[in-house]
């Protein structure tokens, strides 16, 4: 009450700051209205406020007509109060020589009190027309624009049938090919995807005609040249889409479109359909949401208008999205592609007798055909036609996935029944798409798929089928990673009935094919069920701690993936796993340590040893389930926390192999990166750590004949061991225990053209490069001991063992 006094106050600054502090308590306790004791009173005051003079009382007005309108429960304004209000906002609304401020004031007002009192008040349609008229204006459409979404939005159903049509013709005209604002644009999409969203929006006499204005105006943001526009339009398009209930006549028993789907089915096909399979192409087009959203769109067309149409059904969507695909990497394969635009209006206005095209013998060379086709887009349709197939119904899906499994066979059926052959771009696109089907469906009725996927990754492999499965050549190796991430998927979706054979097939792998078959494992690990997937994590599990050892480092670094992946679905099964491989380091025999050489000799390589081997890849494994996006359970600390603090003692150990002692300091820097709560427990013992890495050199002369050569092989370490020390900082893991201060690293500095050697390192100002051929750090804080370098004095910093001045006792 206090507050509303303040605003009868003679001065118009105090009834301003009374205005503003009234304001803020309504904000902060919406609930309960501020404690205001006389609604009666205030509400008479607002509205004389927003009849001053000073445009600042003004705005500052309609701002607390905005605030009232939004309380609830007992505090909420009545509908008396509610009109008052309202005509004192409109007539600001309505008002043509008023400030800019003021016209949004009164926009948000009018908004606040349509969205919270407009249902069965007398002002509805009035303001709705007000709001929509200020959406026409450029000035103010920004405004208006936020104004209509909160209406429709809001939580009490406003009904907006009466401007539903009109606004989605006036906002998508102005908004999508009137203006070039990407920021207008995105904001009308947001606006339309509410208005869309509101039930009460078709419940209008002929609802088509909303859906006939999106896809009109929609269809031209469906392209590359901004894919979240694109994105946004598609999901809009899909929502309209769907709304409609679909109304059919019968005419001599066959069934026909009504007149007014037929006008939205006119307009997906002249212009949506061709859009989107023009993006379809697009390299630009890669996994997301814009990928996931043209397959919701070709979806929607199928289900909603395909049924009564001869282009949009699921069959011939499926056909143009193959052809399109199938032409366009044939294209490329010859040596030169057709337009996008021309391609796309090809296949869906040409004749469905000649979507088979015959192809020429070359075509049928994989590596050739490989490397000219356009792969990305080979996976984006392969998505799209995963997308379809997933939605058909059975009968469809099974024939799509035999011909799918066929063409992955290498093997086609012509119009004569007759087996030829399969380009290999064909092969390729119906590898990706079995795949993606796979994460969409349970293929467990089609096992033909899995065997087909087996064998185009696996040369060893033996189907238990009767036909003959003839895998690509061993030359393209990545067509044969392409098909293991099939593989992979299509487990993930059927865990139950692939899981098993994918692990038997790789418990007598040949070396060339375990890494593959690792790759489809971790594709399982990564997107299958994790309730489905807990049976088989111990089995799993040991199967990979098998592998661990392995010579070759990619098939320990895809291990690794492997066990990063299981760790937040099985941390415990994990974790001892990795108590495992942690422990061999200490059982098997080590060859002599590294040290320094003085002749050309290579410094001895401790990676010959299996247990090394396993504890590179057990550091590999922590940090790929430390850098995992999944956010992590208290299973998950509990269980994995331990295991880093083992894995610190790879860091300094001298009889380690290089190699192992980078990757504990690069699994080091990850989980500070992603996981600071992990690693500040262990920070007292991890800096000492690395001050030993940091000091470590080792350094060996190369006799080249004429000239010698220095190499310093400590160097990638020294490097990952400073990388960590800047992520500690950055990510204010570094905590002193003493005095709970952040412990700051102090580096030393030399004043311009100025050279300071210390031993053998040389630091040279002017060229930005140490002696080592390293860029120069430049700290971010302020120097030692507190003083602020000018802006105009020049520093650089070598960091080095001798340098480390640090505040905090941990460091």
């Given at each position: 009450?206090?507050?509303?006094d ?16 009234l304001r803020a308590?309504?904000?902060?306790d919406d609930?309960?209205?501020g404690?205001?004791a ?6 008479d005051?607002?509205?004389s ?7 600042k009382l ?5 701002r607390?007509?905005a ?13 008396r109060?509610?009109q008052?209000?309202?005509e ?37 349609e009035?303001?709705?027309g007000?709001?929509l008229?200020k959406?026409?204006?450029e000035?103010?459409?920004p ?5 209509l ?11 907006v ?8 013709k006036?906002?998508a005209?102005?908004?999508?090919t009137k203006?070039?604002s990407r920021?207008l644009?995105?904001a009308?999409l ?8 509101n039930?009460?929006t078709?419940?209008v006499?002929?609802p ?12 031209n ?9 694109a ?5 809009l398009t899909v ?5 409609p209930?679909?109304k ?7 069934a026909?479109k009504s007149?007014?789907?037929e006008g939205?089915?006119g ?11 023009t993006?379809l ?8 949401p814009?990928?996931d ?12 208008l395909g049924p009564?149409?001869d ?5 011939p ?5 193959f052809?399109l695909?199938?032409?366009?990497a044939?294209a490329?394969g010859g040596?030169?592609?057709a337009?996008s ?7 869906v ?5 000649n ?8 075509a049928?060379?994989?590596?050739a ?6 792969k ?7 998505s ?16 799509k996935?035999?011909e799918?499994v ?6 086609e059926?012509?119009?004569k029944?007759?087996k030829?052959k399969?380009?290999?771009?064909r092969?390729?696109?119906?590898t990706?798409?079995?795949?993606e ?5 349970d293929l467990a009725?089609?096992p033909?798929a899995?065997?087909?996927l087996?064998?185009?990754?696996s040369?060893?492999?033996k189907?238990s089928?009767?036909?003959?499965m ?6 393209d190796?990545?067509?044969?990673t ?6 992979g998927l299509?487990?993930?979706g059927s ?5 098993p054979p994918l ?5 007598g792998a040949?070396d060339d ?12 690990a990564?997107?299958a069920?994790p309730k ?5 994590v111990?089995?799993v ?8 050892d392995?010579?070759g480092?990619?098939?320990r ?5 492997c ?7 099985a941390p ?7 108590d495992?491989l942690?422990?061999r ?10 040290k ?8 001895e390589?401790?990676?010959a040893?299996?247990?090394v081997r ?25 269980h ?9 003692d790879?860091v300094?150990d001298?009889k380690l192999?290089l190699?192992?002692?980078?990757q ?6 990850a989980c500070?990166?992603?996981r ?7 920070v ?5 750590k ?14 080249l004949g004429?000239?010698k050569?220095?190499v310093?092989d ?8 400073i990388a960590c020390v800047?992520t500690f900082?950055?990510h204010?893991?570094v ?8 412990g700051?690293?102090?580096t ?23 002696a080592?051929g390293?860029?120069?750090?430049t ?5 030692p001991?507190?003083k602020?370098?000018?802006?105009a004095?020049?520093?650089?910093t ?10 905090a006792?941990?460091?």
């Amino acid at each position: 009450s206090a507050d509303a006094d303040g605003l009868s106050e003679k001065s118009q600054a105090l009834r301003l700051d009374a205005a503003r502090l009234l304001r803020a308590a309504l904000d902060v306790d919406d609930a309960s209205g501020g404690g205001i004791a006389s609604r009666d009173v205030l509400v008479d005051k607002v509205a004389s406020l927003v009849m001053e003079e000073w445009y600042k009382l003004i705005a500052e007005g309609l701002r607390l007509v905005a605030s009232l309108a939004r309380l609830r429960g007992s505090s909420a304004l009545s509908a008396r109060h509610a009109q008052v209000l309202y005509e004192a906002a409109t007539s600001k609304l309505e008002a043509k020589d008023v400030d800019h401020e003021i016209k949004e004031c009164a926009i948000e007002a009018a908004a606040a009190l349509v969205a919270n009192h407009g249902p069965g008040s007398d002002f509805l349609e009035g303001a709705l027309g007000l709001v929509l008229e200020k959406a026409r204006t450029e000035s103010t459409r920004p405004a208006a624009l936020k104004a209509l979404g909160d209406i429709a939005s809001s939580d009490a159903q406003v009904d907006v049938s009466s401007i539903a049509v009109q606004c989605v013709k006036d906002l998508a005209s102005f908004g999508f090919t009137k203006y070039a604002s990407r920021s207008l644009k995105q904001a009308t999409l947001d606006t339309l995807q509410k208005i869309v969203d509101n039930e009460s929006t078709w419940t209008v006499a002929n609802p088509w005609d909303i859906v006939e204005a999106v896809l009109d105006e929609a269809s031209n943001l469906v392209c590359d040249d901004d894919l979240h526009l694109a994105h946004l339009a598609m999901k809009l398009t899909v929502a309209a889409v769907g709304k409609p209930k679909t109304k059919t006549t019968t005419r001599g028993g066959k069934a026909k479109k009504s007149s007014p789907q037929e006008g939205a089915a006119g307009v997906a096909k002249a212009r949506t359909f061709p859009a989107a399979l023009t993006l379809l192409r697009s390299p630009l087009l890669t996994q997301g949401p814009a990928l996931d959203a043209l397959g919701d769109l070709l979806v929607a067309f199928a289900t909603v208008l395909g049924p009564t149409d001869d282009v949009l059904g699921f069959a011939p969507a499926y056909a143009a999205v193959f052809d399109l695909a199938d032409k366009t990497a044939l294209a490329s394969g010859g040596g030169g592609a057709a337009s996008s635009s021309s391609q796309a209006s090809d296949v869906v206005g040409g004749d469905s007798s000649n979507n088979n095209m015959d192809v020429d013998a070359d075509a049928n060379k994989a590596p050739a055909a490989s490397s000219r086709a356009d792969k990305q887009m080979l996976a984006n349709a392969a998505s799209a036609l995963a997308a379809l197939c997933a939605e058909a119904d059975a009968t469809q899906r099974a024939a799509k996935v035999d011909e799918l499994v066929a063409l992955v066979k290498g093997e086609e059926s012509t119009p004569k029944q007759k087996k030829k052959k399969a380009p290999w771009a064909r092969v390729r696109l119906a590898t990706l798409a079995l795949g993606e089907l796979g994460k969409r469906v349970d293929l467990a009725s089609s096992p033909a798929a899995f065997e087909a996927l087996m064998a185009a990754s696996s040369t060893t492999w033996k189907s238990s089928s009767s036909s003959t499965m003839t895998p690509p050549s061993d030359d393209d190796k990545d067509h044969k990673t392409s098909a293991a991430l099939a593989l992979g998927l299509v487990a993930s979706g059927s865990v139950a009935a692939f899981l098993p054979p994918l692990l038997e097939a790789l418990e007598g792998a040949a070396d060339d094919d375990e890494y593959v078959l690792l790759a489809a494992t971790k594709e399982v690990a990564s997107a299958a069920d994790p309730k489905a997937l807990a049976p088989f994590v111990d089995r799993v599990a040991d199967r990979l701690v098998r592998s661990a050892d392995a010579e070759g480092e990619p098939t320990r670094a895809m291990v690794a993936d492997c066990l990063g992946a299981l760790a937040p679905i099985a941390p415990a099964a994990v974790a001892a796993r990795l108590d495992a491989l942690l422990d061999r380091r200490s059982t098997d025999p080590f060859p002599p340590p590294p040290k320094q050489q003085d002749d050309d000799e290579d410094v001895e390589n401790s990676l010959a040893n299996p247990g090394v081997r396993a504890s590179w890849t057990a550091a590999a494994a922590l940090k790929q389930a430390s850098s995992s996006a999944t956010h992590p359970a208290a299973s998950f600390v509990e269980h994995v926390g331990p295991r880093l603090r083992r894995a610190l003692d790879l860091v300094d150990d001298p009889k380690l192999d290089l190699a192992v002692r980078r990757q504990a300091l690069v699994m080091l820097n990850a989980c500070a990166h992603h996981r600071p709560s992990l690693i500040a427990p262990l920070v007292a013992e991890a800096v000492p750590k690395l001050r030993t890495v940091v000091d470590l050199k080792l350094e060996r002369v190369v006799d080249l004949g004429p000239f010698k050569h220095k190499v310093d092989d400590g160097l990638p370490v020294r490097k990952a061991a400073i990388a960590c020390v800047a992520t500690f900082l950055d990510h204010a893991v570094v905590v002193s225990s003493s005095g709970g201060q952040t412990g700051a690293l102090q580096t030393t500095t030399q004043s311009d053209d100025t050279t300071t050697e210390k031993g053998n390192n040389t630091t040279t100002k002017g060229t930005g490069l140490d002696a080592d051929g390293d860029a120069e750090m430049t700290p971010v804080g302020s120097p030692p001991g507190g003083k602020t370098m000018s802006p105009a004095t020049t520093t650089t910093t070598k960091v080095e063992a001798s340098s480390f001045a640090l505040a905090a006792p941990e460091l």
